[in-house]
């Protein structure tokens, strides 16, 4: 592998997914994952320190402004928990973060390729490992979370495709098999949508009799991991409805202006409600008073509209969706790259995840394929 300076973050990034990734098969926890992926994504963002393009400045100057006026507020005037407030505002952290890699074109198809390789392999391999040893499906898992780390592949999968636009179907049965084997109901969606998403796009009468087989077999799996991930026969044994139904408890005195802007910065939910979920005893406040904040509620969709409202969400998604499109793809991929974002908020973090955000960030210092159907 040539080492150059352009290609020194992604090339530490490679290395950091190899090396975690084989620690993690002798049980050796020494760092965590998540911290050391944080720290690749503000590498990123020092190599590619530079001006910013004026098409997109709106984005970090807007996030910017928005979370130091509500630092102010939430931390210094309310004397509320600084990583609370950190916690709640990350997205709009990460957005003035890789809204600064914008047209580095410094990852090309080649080293993209190998990446997605190496790390489709490190993933079935270590899923297929832990599952013949009986590990209990939330521990299935390479760094993190498996709801988390799997948008890393999905993105990586996607840009894959973008530069080379066909689709191997071995590779695409190993993502299916990865995906199911890690029980992940928002993944193996994900997965799922972008391979007939991309299916449909390209189709022919070959795509279209594997589409044919492939869409009952994906919608079956997804049955299979819900019906499986299911503590009983009603909705109320679903954990994500349980949320939901405690996020309208929290929002049903508000008026339609509380819905666009969100509650005050920031609002702890009410006793009783934090009450339901003492066992998630890691998702209290810093403060370690008994309080809690909206990540009690997992989906980052009800999260981000309790703490900033749909005006918020929207403005999120719209500059996700700008970012990657000033970076050169097509509207298709960049809606599949926003989709995979909404499709995970459905059940926990996405835009405030780390795994989401160096997957977006490989999209925007990469080098897009000039689609002759670009609007399409």
């Given at each position: ?32 994952p ?11 963002f ?20 928005y979370v ?24 709009f ?8 890699f ?6 090309d198809?080649?080293?993209?390729r ?15 490992f ?61 997965i ?50 349980i ?17 666009l802007?969100?509650?005050e ?28 904040y ?63 955000m ?19």
């Amino acid at each position: 592998m040539n080492l150059s300076l352009s290609k020194l973050p992604v090339q530490i990034l490679y290395l950091q997914i190899i090396v975690l990734g084989l620690l993690g098969f002798v049980g050796a926890g020494l760092f965590n994952p998540t911290i050391l992926f944080e720290g690749i994504l503000l590498v990123f963002f020092i190599f590619n320190f530079s001006t910013i393009s004026k098409e997109i400045l709106w984005v970090p100057i807007f996030s910017l402004v928005y979370v130091v006026l509500s630092l102010v507020y939430a931390v210094v005037l309310n004397g509320n928990h600084v990583l609370d407030f950190f916690l709640i505002f990350k997205s709009f952290i990460y957005l003035v973060i890789v809204s600064q890699f914008v047209g580095k074109k410094s990852l090309d198809p080649e080293f993209t390729r190998k990446a997605f390789l190496v790390v489709l392999g490190l993933f079935f391999v270590k899923y297929l490992f832990l599952m013949a040893q009986g590990t209990p499906r939330q521990s299935i898992r390479v760094f993190e979370e498996s709801n988390f780390e799997l948008m890393l592949l999905s993105y990586l999968f996607l840009l894959d495709y973008n530069n080379h636009r066909k689709v191997k179907y071995l590779e695409v049965a190993l993502l299916l098999v990865t995906f199911f084997i890690s029980g992940s109901r928002s993944g193996l969606v994900i997965i799922v949508f972008l391979i007939g998403c991309i299916f449909l796009r390209d189709l022919s009468w070959k795509n279209f009799l594997i589409l044919l087989i492939f869409a009952p077999v994906g919608l079956g799996l997804i049955y299979f991991i819900f019906l499986n991930r299911s503590e009983g026969d009603s909705l109320e044994s679903i954990d994500r409805y349980i949320f939901f139904l405690s996020f309208l408890k929290e929002v049903k005195t508000w008026t339609f202006l509380d819905f666009l802007v969100g509650s005050e910065r920031i609002t702890a939910l009410s006793p009783e409600t934090c009450g339901k979920f003492t066992y998630y005893t890691k998702l209290f406040s810093f403060k370690d008073d008994g309080t809690c904040y909206s990540v009690m509620l997992h989906s980052f969709v009800i999260r981000v509209i309790f703490d900033h409202g749909i005006l918020g969400f929207l403005f999120l998604c719209t500059a996700v969706y700008q970012l990657v499109r000033k970076s050169g793809f097509d509207r298709f991929i960049s809606f599949l790259v926003l989709m995979v974002l909404i499709l995970n908020s459905l059940s926990v973090s996405a835009f405030n995840s780390v795994y989401a955000m160096l997957g977006v960030a490989l999209f925007l210092i990469s080098c897009p394929r000039q689609s002759e159907s670009d609007d399409q």
